[in-house]
C-alpha cells in the first residue's frame, strides 16, 4: 500500500486554505498534528527535568525521555538506546563527533582527514577547523559536472595516516545519494573512522546504520517532521564508550570528587556522558512522536512517494528551455531535492517571483558554496524539495510558475518588480 499524500495534509493545519505550496523540506518540514499535541500535552501534564528527582513528574518525564532514545534507536536500527545522542541539531551533532575524535586524540599532526567538495558546510566547517588545530592535512574528493563525488579517487587518496572519511549520505543541492557501504568499507580496510551527515537521508529513506557500517550518524528532528532544537549523534557503542566527552557539566558524570588537591571525575555511562546540561527533553517527546508517525507510513512508501515526484519535476522542469538542473539526471540516484537555475535570473529573484504565485523554494548557495562554485553556479540555484504531504499537481504547480517567470523574466537584467 502507498503513500495517501492528500489524506496526510489534514493532518497538516498550515497547508489548509492557505494558497502555498510548500517545497523547502531539505530545509526544514512542517509538523503534523500529532507531534505538535504529543508536545502540548507533555508539557501541560508531566513537564519536568529528567534525571534529577525521585519525585513522580520526574521520573515520569525520565521514562519518556529515555524511550525517545529507545524509539529512534529502532528507526535507524541501532543496536542499543545508548549510542543515540542527543544534541541541538545535525551541525552540533557532526561538531560533537569532531570534537569527540580531536579530543581523545584520533586525529594528530600528520594525520589526514577526508571530505567532499559536495559536502554542506554542516560536514565541512568542522573537519576543516580540527584539522587546522590537530595539525593534520584536509583532503576532498572532488566533483564532477553533475556535482557527484569522483568516489573512484578514494583509494588513491586514502592512506594509513587517513583517520577520518566524513561525507554527506545524500546532499542537499543535488539530491545525490552516495554509496556508504561501499565508503564505509574503503575507510575500514585503512582503519579510518566514517561519520555520515544524514540530514536529508533519514527523513526520506530507511535507513540501518549497522548495515551501512557507519561509525557516527548526524541529523535533525525538524527535517523529519519534529520540532527544532534536537538533532541526534548516532554513535557507536564500542567506540563512544572509550572516549572522554569533550564537553563536561551537569548530567556527565556519576561522581566528582576533589583528591589531594585534584578534581577526580568518574564519567557516566553513555549516551549521559555527551548530553550536557538539561537536554532537549519536549523536543525528544516531539522527535519521537515524529519517527512514530513515519513509522506508521513506512519508510519504504515515503522514499517511493519522494521518487515519484522527483522523477515528475525533472521531466517536466527538463522541459523548459530556460532551465538548468543540477545534479544527476535520473531520479534513482537522488532523493526529492531538484535544484536549478533560469538561465540570465538571479536566484533570490526567481524565488521572490516563484514566491508570488503562492511556490515556497529555497533560494542561494544552500550552505554549499564549493558545490556551487564547481557547478558554475557562485550565485546559488532555485531548490525545490518535497516530502510526504506534496502530491503530484504541487510539482505542475511548480512547472507551471517556473515556465511563466522563465518566460517573462529570462535575460533580463533586473528582478521582477515588487
Known amino acids: 500500500m502507498g503513500l495517501d499524500c492528500r489524506a ?9 486554505n492557505r494558497g502555498i505550496v510548500y ?46 532514545h529507545e524509539v529512534v ?12 545522542v542527543f544534541t541541538r541539531n545535525t551541525s552540533e551533532s557532526i561538531q560533537l563527533a569532531a570534537m569527540l575524535l580531536y579530543w581523545n586524540g584520533y586525529i594528530g599532526r600528520g594525520d589526514e582527514v577526508v571530505v567532499t567538495e559536495a559536502d554542506h558546510h554542516s560536514n565541512l566547517l568542522p573537519w ?11 583532503k576532498l574528493v572532488p566533483v564532477n559536472s553533475r556535482g557527484i563525488p569522483e568516489w573512484r579517487a578514494l583509494a588513491s587518496m586514502i592512506s594509513e595516516r587517513t583517520r577520518v572519511v566524513a561525507f554527506g549520505h545524500a546532499s542537499n543541492v543535488t539530491g545525490y545519494i552516495n554509496p556508504v557501504k561501499s565508503i564505509s568499507k574503503i575507510a575500514r580496510e585503512h582503519g579510518a573512522m ?8 533519514v527523513p526520506h529513506m530507511p535507513i540501518n546504520v549497522a548495515d551501512l557500517g557507519v561509525d557516527f550518524l548526524a541529523f535533525s528532528g525538524h527535517k523529519m517532521l ?18 572522554d566527552p569533550p564537553l563536561g557539566a551537569g ?6 570528587r576533589l583528591k589531594g588537591g585534584r578534581v577526580s571525575i568518574e564519567w557516566d555511562s553513555m549516551p549521559w556522558k555527551l548530553e550536557s546540561g538539561t537536554p532537549p527533553i519536549i523536543e525528544a517527546v516531539g522527535l519521537m512522536e515524529a519517527v512514530r508517525y513515519l513509522e506508521k507510513i513506512g519508510m519504504e512508501n515515503v522514499r517511493s512517494h519522494e521518487a515519484s515526484l522527483t522523477e515528475k519535476a525533472l521531466t517536466l522542469l527538463s522541459g523548459i528551455e530556460e532551465v538548468e538542473i543540477l545534479g544527476p539526471e535520473n531520479a534513482e540516484e537522488r532523493l526529492g531535492v531538484v535544484s536549478f537555475s533560469i538561465r540570465g535570473l538571479n536566484p533570490d529573484a526567481a524565488g521572490y517571483a516563484l514566491s508570488r504565485m503562492g511556490i515556497a523554494v529555497r533560494t542561494g548557495l544552500h550552505c554549499a558554496h564549493i558545490l556551487h562554485d564547481r557547478l558554475g553556479h557562485p550565485e546559488g540555484s532555485i531548490r525545490a524539495s518535497f516530502y510526504i504531504y506534496n502530491c503530484v499537481e504541487d510539482v505542475e504547480l511548480l512547472a507551471r510558475a517556473v515556465e511563466e517567470v522563465a518566460r517573462k523574466y529570462a535575460g533580463k537584467t533586473a528582478g521582477p518588480a515588487g
Open 226 to 243: 519534529g520540532p527544532t532544537g534536537i538533532g541526534v549523534l548516532y554513535a557507536r557503542r564500542d567506540l563512544a564508550e572509550k572516549l
Open 73 to 84: 534507536a529502532g528507526f535507524i536500527g541501532a543496536e542499543s538506546w545508548e549510542e543515540i
Open 194 to 201: 566514517v561519520v555520515v551527515d544524514g540530514a536529508q537521508s
Open 251 to 256: 548530567g556527565t558524570v556519576r561522581r566528582v
Open 128 to 138: 576543516v577547523r580540527v584539522a587546522e588545530k590537530a595539525g593534520a592535512r584536509l
Open 23 to 68: 517545497l523547502d523540506n531539505a530545509a526544514s518540514t512542517l509538523k503534523p498534528s500529532p507531534v505538535v499535541e504529543a508536545m502540548v500535552s507533555f508539557t501541560h501534564d508531566t513537564y519536568a527535568n529528567v534525571h534529577r528527582g525521585v519525585y513522580e513528574l520526574s521520573l515520569k518525564a525520565s521514562r519518556l525521555y529515555e524511550e525517545a
Open 8 to 16: 496526510l495534509r489534514r493532518d497538516f493545519p498550515l497547508l489548509e
